[in-house]
Structure formats: C-alpha cells, structure tokens
Nanobody, 123 residues
Framework: QVQLVESGGGSVQAGGSLRLSCAAS????????MGWFRQAPGKEREWVTC???????YYADSGKGRFTIARDNAKNTVYLQMNSLKPEDTAVYYC?????????????????WGQGTQVTVSS
C-alpha cells in the first residue's frame, strides 16, 4: 500500500503561481512513477503530467511550458510547480502513483490516488 498526502492548493489570480506537493508513505521501497491528474466540475479526470522513477518527464499539452514536475526520491515526494495559471486550470488536483516505473497518462494505469487538493484560478 502507498499513501499519498497532497498539499499546496489554494486560490490565485490568473497569471499567478502555485506549488503542489505530494508525499508518499508505505510501500516506498518500490520504484514507481508519480504524477498528477486534475478534475474540473462536470468533467472527467484528466492527466496533467508524470515523472518516471528515473526522472523522465511527460506533460499534457495543457501544461507544457507552464507546469514543472519534479521528484525527490529520498523524500518520496513529488512536486508540481504551476506558473502562469489560467482560470481553466481550476480543478481538484490529484497525486497519483503507478507501480510501473515507466510513466503513465491514463486513469486506468494508476494504482494509488491522493485525496485531492483544490486549485482555483480567478480571472
């Protein structure tokens, strides 16, 4: 089992920045990929970004050039730095772990979810 605890959500004006963190505990001896999804009201959960165990990074088009993912394997923590935020970035952001270390982009690949943290961007 892997437990994920997110922090760092909040409200910001358009153009602002937020940094999300997600700390993993439990089965942390495994090598796994970590990443983020988001879900806006009335919409399906969508993939945002992931980082493999070795540090390879993938982004959805929605966040390219604005979002940066990083991980600290010693702390079992993944971070999401979000800059130049837009109102359409408003959503609940979920941390995710796939026990496959090579990365993921689908809800179906996720083995563990965080509880979610709200990000609200006002215009």
């Amino acid at each position: 089992q892997v437990q994920l605890v997110e922090s760092g959500g909040g409200s910001v004006q358009a153009g602002g920045s937020l940094r999300l963190s997600c700390a993993a505990s439990g089965r942390t001896s495994s090598r796994y990929a970590m990443g983020w999804f988001r879900q806006a009201p009335g919409k399906e959960r969508e993939w945002v970004t992931c980082i493999t165990w070795s540090g390879k990074i993938y982004y959805a088009d929605s966040g390219k050039g604005r979002f940066t993912i990083a991980r600290d394997n010693a702390k079992n923590t993944v971070y999401l730095q979000m800059n130049s935020l837009k109102p359409e970035d408003t959503a609940v952001y979920y941390c995710a772990v796939d026990l496959n270390p090579y990365g993921f982009s689908s809800v179906g690949n996720v083995d563990y979810w965080g509880q979610g943290t709200q990000v609200t961007v006002s215009s």
